[in-house]
């Protein structure tokens, strides 16, 4: 994060993309999923934002 916040670089979440895609697997509870730090973020003072990509994909 320091890195980041050094870098001047703002974040974008992808939730819904990456809550459906990330650790995908039948017939058992996901253990991991990709959001990230949002709040650390936040905190640290590093822009952060939400969208959506994938909007054509079939599994979308």
């Not at 995908?24 to 973020?41: C, D, L, M, Q």
């Not at 003072?45 to 979308?60: E, H, K, L, Q, V």
């Amino acid at each position: 994060m320091r890195l980041v916040k050094q870098a001047n670089i703002g974040i974008v979440s992808l939730p819904m993309c990456n809550l459906y895609l990330q650790d995908r697997a039948s017939n058992r509870t996901p253990y991991w999923r990709g959001i990230t730090k949002v709040h650390e973020f936040k905190t640290q003072g590093i822009p952060i934002t939400f969208a959506s990509d994938n909007c054509r994909d079939p599994f979308f």
